[in-house]
């Protein structure tokens, strides 16, 4: 399975609330990405990693629960 096959089964999986951060951080991640900028070094692409499992195990917080943190 490549990398964008298990992106997709990944989100196919998710709740929609869950959908909408990983959007989020995907769009967010898309638009820091450019020709300009330095690359992901092994530790920040094993922290993806991290974070991205942690998503697929459900193991996040809602965006409003992580707003009202933020904003508190």
């Known amino acids: 399975m490549t990398t964008r096959e298990t992106l ?3 989100v196919d999986e ?3 609330i869950q959908a ?3 959007r989020i951080w ?3 991640s898309r638009d820091a ?3 300009d900028g330095l690359a992901l ?3 920040a692409c094993e922290s993806l990693d ?3 499992a942690e998503v ?3 193991r996040v917080k809602t965006l409003a629960h992580y707003e009202r943190e933020r904003n508190s």
Do not use: F, Q
Request: aromatic share 0%; proline share 4%; no cysteine.
């Open 33 to 35: 990405a450019d020709n």
């Open 26 to 28: 995907l769009e967010d």
């Open 56 to 58: 697929a195990a459900g």
């Open 41 to 43: 070094d092994a530790g």
């Open 20 to 22: 909408e951060v990983a």
């Open 50 to 52: 991290r974070g991205l």
């Open 8 to 10: 997709h089964h990944l």
């Open 14 to 16: 998710l709740p929609d």
